[in-house]
Nanobody, 129 residues
Framework: QVQLVESGGGLVQSGGSLRLSCKAS????????MGWFRQAPGKERERVAC????????VFGDPVKGRFTISRDNAKNTVYLEMNSLKPEDTGVYYC??????????????????????WGQGTQVTVSS
């Protein structure tokens, strides 16, 4: 089992920045592809960004391309999401996710919720206009 805990969410003005963190336990993080997804009330969970286990490959959802950056520090068992130039439409609950690990095929490049196995509890991000 992999446990994931997100932190760093909060209220920010439009145009501002936030940095989310996802701390993992129960597994070495370098065994896992990782992803960030978000969900607004009444809407489906959508792609934010995904990153391969080594950090070499990344994928971003179209609404955040050029504004968000995903990174990882495997020595700290932590994945980060840097969010810049935030817009009100970025508001939602942000979830961190891990796939099944190196023993399984890697599908991080697909970057859909269905390819991830473990999920954090989510952290709220609210962007005011």
């Amino acid at each position: 089992q992999v446990q994931l805990v997100e932190s760093g969410g909060g209220l920010v003005q439009s145009g501002g920045s936030l940095r989310l963190s996802c701390k993992a336990s129960g597994s070495t993080l370098d065994d896992h592809d990782m992803g960030w997804f978000r969900q607004a009330p009444g809407k489906e969970r959508e792609r934010v960004a995904c990153i391969g286990s080594s950090g070499v490959g990344t994928v971003f959802g179209d609404p955040v391309k050029g504004r968000f950056t995903i990174s990882r520090d495997n020595a700290k068992n932590t994945v980060y999401l840097e969010m810049n130039s935030l817009k009100p439409e970025d508001t939602g609950v942000y979830y961190c996710a891990a796939d099944k690990g190196r023993a399984y095929s890697s599908y991080f490049h697909i970057c859909k919720p269905e390819v991830f196995e473990y999920w954090g509890q989510g952290t709220q991000v609210t962007v005011s206009s």
